[in-house]
């Protein structure tokens, strides 16, 4: 009863986390036992289920009613408020990385196609703090109208300004299955490490360094740098598929895709990396550090080969998996 699963886990999203399982747990029991009732008077048990959804409401409501307190934003507001958010999620972002391009290009002469895209990784963490201070100001905006406009406005001026949607079990977004679900911590955390690893790399990379007689001697050699714009790409593909991932809140085929295509990428990345004479060969022997190039070698290599294989096998499960294949496909269309 997939209907069932979809509309339990809508209704689950707005339940206090102590609370999902038991609550959960007991409207599954309250469900099944009135479709039992439906279908023992002969009524086909899709049809039964729907109907049984419907009579029950949606699902942000029905999890309204296990709590002891009034939500903040009420269910007419809300539908405006999760429009202005989602316009607020567009054109902030490009809007700020628009202004520090253009800021970058008019300040700065003979840039790289390089540079400037470093200089858009350089922006993501105050982009993504100017869009949550943002959404804060908005959330307090609609807090405000919820507390001391919304209920002494004129009752028809409300209905024709947000006008509720009849709702309608068949439009429930469909349970993602392990190959398209997305873990919001692990983007945010994806991209925040990845864009200070670009940050140390390419602009304090004096950092990566050690003094020898007075003299800074950096821990990479050139070969490492010419190496540098090729692993750049691939940190940069991997910051724009987890911001993708922040506002869709799930992978398709084309993502996975890109994934696949990303990891063999780095996976040879690493491999060259393996093979490669990177080191500063004053730091090397000054400190008498054979050992880390050769150890170097042992790790990245069978890690690139692992990433490569690993990506691809998991690829081909994505596929073996004709459920998840069809989900996606559908959830594309709608």
């Known amino acids: 009863m997939e209907l069932l699963e979809r509309y339990l886990t809508q209704i689950e999203r707005h339940l206090p986390l102590k609370d999902r399982s038991e609550t959960t747990k007991e409207l599954r029991s309250l469900i099944l036992d ?3 009732e439906a279908i023992s008077t002969g009524l086909d048990k899709e049809i039964a289920l729907y109907n ?26 809300e539908p405006t408020l999760k429009l202005v958010l989602k316009i607020m ?9 628009f202004g520090h391009m253009l800021d970058y290009v008019l300040n700065n002469d003979n840039t790289t196609v390089m540079d400037n895209l470093l200089n858009i990784v350089y922006t993501v963490p105050s982009t993504l703090y100017s869009l949550l201070f943002g959404y804060g100001i908005v959330f307090v905006i609609f807090f405000l109208i919820e507390r001391y406009i919304h209920p002494n406005a004129d ?6 300004l947000i006008k509720e949607k009849e709702f309608n079990p068949n439009l429930l977004p469909k349970i993602p299955t392990k190959h398209f679900k997305v873990s919001l ?32 001697e950096h821990l990479f050699n050139t070969d490492f740098d ?42 040879v990345i690493f491999i060259l990396l393996a093979n490669s004479s990177l080191f500063n060969t004053i730091i090397i022997d000054g400190f008498d550090l054979d050992v880390l190039p050769a150890l170097f070698k ?9 990433i490569i294989v690993g990506s691809v096998i998991q690829y081909i499960k994505m596929f073996i998996n004709i ?11 709608s």
């Open 185 to 216: 911590f692990e983007s945010i955390f994806s991209i925040l490490v990845t864009t200070l690893i670009v940050y140390l790399f390419n602009i304090q990379e004096g950092l990566i360094a050690i003094t020898v007689g007075g003299t800074i």
């Open 155 to 160: 009752q028809e001026f409300n209905d024709a």
């Open 89 to 97: 999620s567009i054109t902030l972002p490009l809007g700020l990385t």
């Open 34 to 36: 009135q479709l039992d």
């Open 323 to 333: 459920d998840a294949l069809e989900d996606s496909n559908s959830d594309k269309k």
């Open 52 to 77: 049984i959804i419907v009579e029950m409401g949606d699902p942000r409501d029905v999890a309204n009613n296990y709590f002891d307190s009034k939500p903040l934003i009420s269910r007419k507001l």
């Open 298 to 306: 042992i790790v990245f290599n069978p890690l690139g080969i692992i």
């Open 226 to 267: 010419r190496l540098l714009p090729f692993i750049n790409i691939s940190w940069f593909i991997s910051i724009g598929l987890n911001i993708y991932y922040l506002f869709k809140r799930r992978k398709t085929i084309t993502s996975k895709t890109i994934e696949l295509f990303h990891h063999i990428y780095s996976g």
